[in-house]
């Protein structure tokens, strides 16, 4: 079936620096990709989408871009605040399909 | 903004009890929906609700448990006798339903079932 991998955390990083979070998925179909993000407290949030290949979605200075040739939908940021600690969840849903399938989740703390 | 609300945040219960986790969707949502975080696992999906019946549901949503919306805004998942591995975070989230378009799922902040 259907499923997303993300890199292990936790990871902390300090505030201006650069951010990676690798998401790799695996599909019968050609599923839609998404990142949510928990703040503390709160509700999952989808921060960005990509509904087809080579799409990029971005918000908030975050990107990703759909890689159907590597199967993955890294999560990007050029230089993060520490407002950007929060637990990011790498999600896919195939065409027609109401569920959303997530990965494990990575919690990122980021220090002043 | 709207948002969608969970009460209880956290219950705890014996094994072999029943509970029920309570959701109030957003107002003009149409599909309702289940997941469950296992700590340290992944966010699984349970069931989604449209129209008064489920419309899907994993393997994971066995006879234990059963969904309900019980009048105009509440949205609820039960567990008729409670197992200690159904310790978990439980999120309950509602979409428009807009059918051929991308449905985005606005979720709760989630109740923390403990089962001792």
């Known amino acids: 079936g259907d499923s997303v991998t993300q890199m292990e955390g936790p990871v902390t990083l300090s505030e201006e620096a650069f951010l990676t979070i690798n998401c790799t998925y695996t599909?019968?179909?050609?599923?839609?990709l998404f990142w949510y993000v928990q703040y503390p407290g709160e509700g999952l949030q989808l921060l960005l989408k990509?509904?087809?290949?080579?799409d990029k979605g971005s918000n908030k200075g975050f990107e990703a871009t759909y890689r159907k040739e590597t199967t993955s939908f890294h999560l990007e940021k050029g230089s993060v605040q520490v407002s950007d600690s929060a637990v990011y969840f790498c999600?896919?849903?195939?065409?027609?399909?109401?569920?959303?399938?997530f990965g494990q989740g990575t919690r990122l703390t980021i220090n002043p | 903004e709207p948002e969608v609300t969970q009460t209880p945040s956290h219950q705890v219960t014996q094994m072999g009890q029943e509970v029920i986790l309570r959701c109030v969707p957003i107002?003009?949502?149409?599909?309702f929906y289940w997941y469950r975080q296992i700590l340290g696992q992944k966010v699984e999906f349970l069931v989604s609700f449209y129209n008064n019946e489920i419309s899907e549901k994993s393997e994971i949503f066995d006879d234990q448990f059963s969904v309900e919306r019980p009048d105009g805004s509440n949205f609820t998942l039960k567990i008729r006798s409670t197992k200690l591995e159904d310790s978990a975070m439980y999120f309950c989230?509602?979409?428009?339903?807009?059918?051929?378009?991308?449905?985005?799922?606005?979720f709760g902040p989630g109740t923390r079932l403990t089962v001792l």
């Open positions: 599909a019968t179909g050609y599923p839609s």
């Open positions: 999600a896919l849903s195939e065409q027609g399909a109401q569920k959303l399938v």
């Open positions: 107002s003009n949502h149409l599909y």
């Open positions: 990509a509904t087809k290949a080579d």
């Open positions: 989230a509602s979409s428009l339903g807009l059918a051929g378009l991308f449905d985005e799922q606005f």
